[in-house]
C-alpha cells in the first residue's frame, strides 16, 4: 500500500512540470507580450523546422500543449503545395522592389511593424511597436554631407583658360559656369601690381589638424592691388607643399563688421598663379558659443606650385555690406565691410 502510493505521488511530480520543461516545445512572445508554448516541428528527415509557428494563436490565456499540436502548421510538403502557385509568379508582389522595400523600412504592405519586448517595473512584459529608420547614415548626421566649393569668380595664369575656338559656344559656357574668366587681360593687370614686393616677415605658417587664426589688423602691411590699395597678410604653404591639393575652409568672424576676403595664390617666386575674388560666402549667425562669420571652402594646389596665399580685400567690397534676415516682422541686420579682420582657415579632410 505503502509502494502504490509513492509510485502514484511520483507519477504526479513528473506529470506537473510545466510546458516550457517538456521536450519538443520552444517559448515565445506575442505582440501582446504574452508568453506562448508552441511545438517544434520536424522535417521528415526529424531535422526541427526553423522559426516560429507562423499561425501561433494570439488568444488571451498560454495555450496547452494539445492546443499548440492542433494548430501546428502542415508539413512541409503541404506548405510547398499551397504556395506553388503564388511564390513562383515574378510580380511585385512576390519580389518587391529592393530600393522601394528599403524605403519602407523592409515592411511589405500588410505586414505588421516590427516591435521589442521588454519588462516594465511590476515584471510585466511589454510590446512596443516601431517603424524603422530608413534615413541614409547622410541624413542621420553621421556622416558629413560632401563639401561643395564656394562660387567665386576665378583668374587662372597660362593659356590653358582660353578656349582654342572663340566660336565654340559650349566651352564658353562651361567657363561662364566655373566662373574662370577666359579673358587674361585682367589676371595680366593684376599681375603688374603684385606681388613681388611684398613683405613676407609676418607670414603666418600654416598649421595642420586644426583650425588657425589670421589676423589683418592696423599693423597689418598694405599694399596698391589693382583692385585699391588694402592691408593685406600672407600664408605660407611650405609645410603642405608635398600635398597636390586639399579644400580649404575660411572663415571670416564679424566684430564691428566683417572682412570680406580675396585671395592671391603665387608660386615660390612670388608670382600670380591664381586668383579667387567675388566669393558667394553665406553668413552664418552668432550664437552663445560663438561669432557670426562669412565662410567659404576653397581648393588649394600646392602640387601646382602654389606656394603662397595673400589675404587681402578690394575696394569695392569695403564699399558694400551684408544683410541678414533677424526674423518675421523684424528689422534686417545690416553688417558692414571693414578693412580689417580675424581669419580662421582650416585644411578640411573627406574621405
Known sequence: MIWGLATLLGGCQVGGSTVSER???????????????????????????????PNAPRGGQSETPESSTAEAPTTEAGMAGLSEGEETEFTLENYPDANELAKDGYVRPGERQP?????????????????????????????????????ASVYHSGSDLKPAQSTNQGNLDAYAVLGIEVGGDYFERFREFCCLGLETRDAVEWQQGREFGVNVTDQSP??????????????????????????????SYARNGVFVPSLAFLDRDFEPVRLVTDLVT???????????????????????????????????DLAGQTVIETGAGKKPKVIP??????????????D
Open 115 to 151: 516591435y521589442f519586448t521588454w519588462r516594465d517595473a511590476q515584471g510585466n512584459v511589454r510590446v512596443s511597436y516601431f517603424r524603422p529608420d530608413t534615413r541614409s547614415d547622410e541624413e542621420k548626421g553621421l556622416v558629413p554631407p560632401p563639401i561643395e566649393l564656394t562660387p
Open 222 to 251: 598694405t599694399h596698391n592691388f589693382l583692385t585699391g590699395t588694402s592691408r593685406y597678410q600672407m600664408i605660407d604653404l611650405a609645410s603642405v607643399a608635398k600635398r597636390p591639393d586639399f579644400i580649404m575652409r575660411l572663415r
Open 282 to 316: 553665406p553668413y552664418e549667425p552668432e550664437t552663445w558659443s560663438r561669432r557670426g562669420f562669412l565662410e567659404a571652402w576653397v581648393p588649394v594646389f600646392p602640387g601646382q606650385g602654389e606656394r603662397w596665399v595673400v589675404l587681402y580685400t578690394r575696394s569695392s
Open 337 to 350: 565691410h571693414v578693412a580689417q579682420g580675424e581669419v580662421g582657415l582650416k585644411m578640411v579632410e573627406q
Open 23 to 53: 521536450e519538443g516545445y520552444y517559448t515565445w512572445v506575442d505582440e501582446q507580450g504574452r508568453v506562448r508554448y508552441s511545438p517544434i516541428v520536424t522535417t521528415s528527415d526529424q531535422t526541427p523546422a526553423e522559426g516560429p509557428a
